[in-house]
């Protein structure tokens, strides 16, 4: 199917997804530098989750499930919950996402790629007394060449999700090895420190 406004095939995912690559091969203006363009691809991704989120909740006040949701995204109806979700905590009644951490979703991405690139002071930097007594930098070392050792290299990751969990801001980062797939889970206490860190086999999310 061709549609003729917008010369974009295939269904509405589809056509959106041409559409943002559309926008991002081509920003408005004059030609940008190198980080002119990830400044404005930034915002753009910015823009589009908010407008995901929009969209989601016009869903659901439509009366859509979330099962049904997660279908369209290609995720499980819990996954999706936990990216547009809107849960209450029942001890304040306040929306749980109002108090997540600030810039976790970075600071996850980031304590991942410190993984991948072997810096495990880096990783370690932020951990709360627990799980600092539990896994220090050499034993973070060994928990992933264990990884290695099952699934080889790490190839990429994906977008990082953070979400509420009680008092815990938690981050998941799709990770992708040379043999397999894992999802790396780190969660913040309130105060910003690493209470917990996981990498979960695919259907664990």
């Known amino acids: 199917m061709r549609n003729e406004g917008t010369g974009a095939t295939g269904g509405p995912a589809e056509r959106g997804r ?4 559309g926008l991002l091969a081509d920003p408005p203006g004059e030609t940008p530098g190198a980080l002119e363009a990830v400044a404005f691809a930034a915002g753009a991704a910015g823009a589009v989750e908010e407008g ?12 859509h499930t979330w099962e049904e949701i997660g ?4 995720t499980t109806r819990q996954a999706a919950f936990q990216r547009f979700g809107r849960p209450t905590d029942p001890r304040t009644g306040q929306v749980m996402a109002l108090s997540m951490l600030p810039g976790a979703a970075e600071r996850g991405a980031a304590l991942f790629a410190d993984l991948a690139a072997h810096r495990w002071a880096d990783a370690s930097r932020d951990f709360g007394e ?8 050499d034993g973070l070392a060994a928990t992933w060449a264990r990884l290695a050792g099952m699934l080889g290299r790490l190839e990429g990751t994906g977008e990082p999700a953070a979400f509420q969990a009680g ?3 938690v981050v998941d980062v799709p990770l992708s090895f040379e043999a397999g797939e894992r999802t790396g889970r780190v969660s913040y206490d309130p105060g910003g420190k690493v209470a917990g860190l996981f990498f979960l086999p695919p259907g664990l999310t």
């Open 167 to 169: 008092d815990l801001t």
């Open 71 to 74: 279908q369209v995204l290609g």
């Open 52 to 63: 995901m989120r929009a969209v989601v909740q016009r869903a659901r006040e439509a009366g």
């Open 130 to 137: 627990r799980i600092a007594a539990k896994l220090d930098a």
């Open 18 to 21: 041409a559409a943002a690559l």
